[in-house]
């Protein structure tokens, strides 16, 4: 179904209001398309009545379904694998397992990027005292991260050693998938937060990863956005970036230490 430019301004709006992401006008047929299914389970026959809808006050089960549409949650395991292998160098003779630490997985997706973050530490620190919190603005993605439940072909980016020690096979009517064992699990949290207006993340961390969801927001919002990050940074905490990401001004109390990784310091 076709999107006027009016009914395109109008879900692109509601979209900025819950995400801060903004649609260009070129990405109207994208919209269109992502929306289809949702128009025709929802029994909408124009993009007006969906956006009704998705204001309405019964719409929340709906907004929720309107952003995960239009938001993009491609991640995988140990995606940019040298920034994992250079956590891992980065912290083996530094730290004693006895002192805790928090990672930070900042645009979770589906949980792939913090469960790869939670089998390093394990190895790092054996029995320790770390955790891992990861946080999306999609509630759907939030969901399948807690469930922890991948498809096997999935698992070829996972290093063997990894593989062995973490991760087991789906068995019965769980055959083709894999989880990650219970020791992972229960180091690790999801929850649904906007890197915006952040609510629930209100301590701070040794360590965040922010990759691949900066490139979606325009100079101010990623502004906003490196500022609540850095706010939660511990001095000394190492904050990760995607490779096609970099601060575009240099940030005062922020040491690049290698590329698309940053050092928090003192001022
Ligand atoms: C491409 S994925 C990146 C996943 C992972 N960090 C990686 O690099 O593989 C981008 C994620 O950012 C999330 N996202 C978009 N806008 C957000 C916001 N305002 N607050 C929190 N998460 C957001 C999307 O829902 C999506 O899951």
Same mark, same amino acid.
């Given at each position: 179904?076709?999107?006027?430019?009016?009914?395109?301004?109008?879900?692109?709006?509601?979209?900025?209001?819950?995400?801060?992401?903004?649609?260009?006008?070129?990405?109207?047929?994208?919209?269109?398309?992502?929306?289809?299914?949702?128009?025709?389970?929802?029994?909408?026959?124009?993009?007006?009545?969906?956006?009704?809808?998705?204001?309405?006050?019964?719409? %929340?089960?709906?907004?929720?379904?309107?952003?995960?549409?239009?938001?993009?949650?491609?991640?995988?395991?140990?995606?940019?694998?040298?920034?994992?292998?250079?956590?891992?160098?980065?912290?083996?003779?530094?730290?004693?397992?006895?002192?805790?630490?928090?990672?930070?997985?900042?645009?979770?997706?589906?949980?792939?990027?913090?469960?790869?973050?939670?089998?390093? !530490?394990?190895?790092?620190?054996?029995?320790?005292?770390?955790?891992?919190?990861?946080?999306?603005?999609?509630?759907?993605?939030?969901?399948?991260?807690?469930?922890?439940?991948?498809?096997?072909?999935?698992?070829?980016?996972?290093?063997?050693?990894?593989?062995?020690?973490?991760?087991?096979?789906?068995?019965?009517?769980?055959?083709?998938?894999?989880?990650?064992?219970?020791?992972?699990?229960?180091?690790?949290?999801?929850?649904?937060?906007?890197?915006?207006? !952040?609510?629930?993340?209100?301590?701070?961390?040794?360590?965040?990863?922010?990759?691949?969801?900066?490139?979606?927001?325009?100079?101010?919002?990623?502004?906003?956005?490196?500022?609540?990050?850095? %706010?939660?940074?511990?001095?000394?905490?190492?904050?990760?970036?995607? %490779?096609?990401?970099?601060?575009?001004?240099?940030?005062?109390?922020?040491?690049?230490?290698?590329?698309?990784?940053?050092?928090?310091?003192?001022?």
């Amino acid at each position: 179904m076709t999107i006027s430019q009016l009914e395109f301004n109008q879900l692109n709006r509601v979209l900025d209001e819950h995400t801060g992401i903004r649609l260009n006008n070129a990405k109207a047929d994208i919209m269109a398309s992502r929306l289809s299914s949702r128009l025709r389970a929802t029994k909408c026959t124009t993009h007006n009545q969906y956006y009704q809808l998705i204001t309405s006050p019964n719409g %929340h089960k709906e907004l929720d379904i309107f952003i995960d549409k239009l938001t993009t949650h491609e991640t995988y395991f140990f995606r940019e694998q040298s920034q994992f292998e250079f956590m891992y160098e980065y912290y083996r003779n530094r730290r004693s397992r006895n002192v805790p630490i928090r990672a930070w997985s900042a645009a979770s997706s589906t949980g792939e990027e913090a469960y790869s973050i939670a089998m390093v !530490l394990d190895d790092l620190f054996y029995n320790g005292r770390w955790s891992v919190t990861g946080t999306d603005i999609s509630p759907t993605a939030v969901e399948m991260a807690k469930e922890a439940c991948f498809a096997v072909s999935t698992a070829q980016k996972i290093p063997k050693k990894y593989r062995k020690a973490y991760c087991l096979k789906g068995i019965g009517p769980n055959e083709g998938t894999f989880t990650v064992n219970k020791s992972i699990k229960s180091h690790c949290t999801f929850d649904v937060d906007n890197l915006l207006h !952040l609510r629930k993340v209100d301590y701070s961390f040794d360590i965040i990863f922010l990759r691949n969801v900066l490139i979606y927001f325009d100079e101010i919002k990623q502004k906003a956005i490196i500022d609540n990050i850095v %706010h939660r940074l511990n001095h000394g905490g190492l904050l990760f970036l995607g %490779h096609s990401e970099s601060l575009r001004k240099k940030r005062p109390g922020l040491e690049l230490i290698q590329p698309c990784i940053y050092k928090k310091v003192r001022l």
